[in-house]
């Protein structure tokens, strides 16, 4: 069938049951819908269920239904040109769990402040660019060794080096877009293998952060511009692609590509995006593909 449920849950916690999947049929079927017999990417953690006859939403709030309140992440995607050719990721609170400018106003005793203005940043309730240049202004005058002791309290997303891995052993073209620091991108290049990386540059003088970012400030549309430059020069269209971030500042790319993918987003964002992921880690993003355990490098 061409549309596809997928259901997933974090590997690391509970797992998928037959009992659920079974539930999810049933009402589905109970709504109308024709419903396929249930197809298993990964025992306990991914499912695929194929219907039609059925409108999203409804499928959405049935499954929804059934499942009770269970943390399981329902993702309606399309079985036509299901493998993504390129992927466009966010870094931070996405590829890594932090956010670096708040690391490094903590360690800089700056107070909760610059961690809010973030947030609301994030949520789309402040202009990107200018709550960007707000934050930074905060940090002048702060010695440049700031910005690896910030470094040092980098941690992974789960799941991302088992994305990286299995995307590149796959052939997908690797980008890391962030309207965060070039300081940090470049790190997170190396270490997990993107193909290339874009990001704002903090201008250091006289081994001091100056506390200014070099313009034009990469934001919203630079992502969306960066995503559609990529899919040229890889001879491919934005159908071909995969983007994923949390924040205001991904949604013209998560709204522009052929699978756009909220991760753990902000509320204004998972309220905008098509597909959401709240309960997986980043390997959601091989089974919203269709990849099979069989498929996935690294996982344990």
């Known amino acids: 069938m061409q549309n ?10 509970s797992a998928l049951s037959e009992r659920m999947v079974g539930a999810v049929r049933d009402a589905l079927a109970l709504a ?3 419903v396929a017999k249930p197809d298993w990417l990964d025992q306990g953690i991914a499912c695929d269920i194929g219907y039609e006859r059925l409108g999203r939403e409804a ?15 329902l993702l309606l995607v399309d079985a036509e040109n299901r493998r ?3 992927l466009v990721a966010d870094m931070e609170s996405t590829i890594i769990r932090n956010e670096m400018i708040d690391e490094l106003a903590e360690i800089a005793n700056l107070g909760p402040g610059i ?17 960007l240049r707000e934050r ?5 005058g702060l010695p ?9 309290n980098i941690k992974l997303m789960p799941g991302a080096s088992t994305l990286l891995r299995t995307l590149k052993h796959h052939g997908v073209y690797c980008a890391l877009v962030s309207g965060g620091f070039d300081h940090y991108t470049r790190r997170i290049q190396a270490e997990l293998g993107f193909d290339e990386q874009q990001a704002n540059h903090l201008v250091v003088t006289f081994d001091k952060l100056a506390g200014t970012v070099r313009e034009p400030i990469l934001g919203r549309d630079a992502k969306l511009q960066a995503m559609q430059r990529i899919a040229t020069q890889q001879g491919v269209t934005d159908a071909d692609c995969l983007t994923v971030g949390d924040g205001a500042n991904d949604l013209s790319m998560l709204l522009a590509a052929g699978m756009g993918i909220a991760f753990r987003a902000k509320p204004n964002v998972r309220a905008q995006a098509r597909l959401n992921v709240r309960h997986g880690d980043l390997t959601a993003l091989l089974y919203a593909q269709g990849y099979r355990r069989a498929d996935i490098i690294g996982r344990a």
């Open 4 to 13: 596809l449920l997928t259901l997933i849950v974090d590997p690391h916690g």
């Open 84 to 86: 993504k050719k390129v």
């Open 32 to 34: 109308g819908a024709k």
């Open 144 to 152: 440049d060794d700031l910005l690896d002791r910030a470094g040092s």
């Open 59 to 73: 499928v959405i709030k049935a499954a929804e239904t059934a499942l009770r309140g269970a943390p399981v992440d």
């Open 115 to 131: 961690a809010d203005i973030t947030r609301r940043a994030m949520n789309g309730e402040l202009n990107f660019d200018t709550a």
């Open 136 to 140: 930074v202004a905060l940090l002048k």
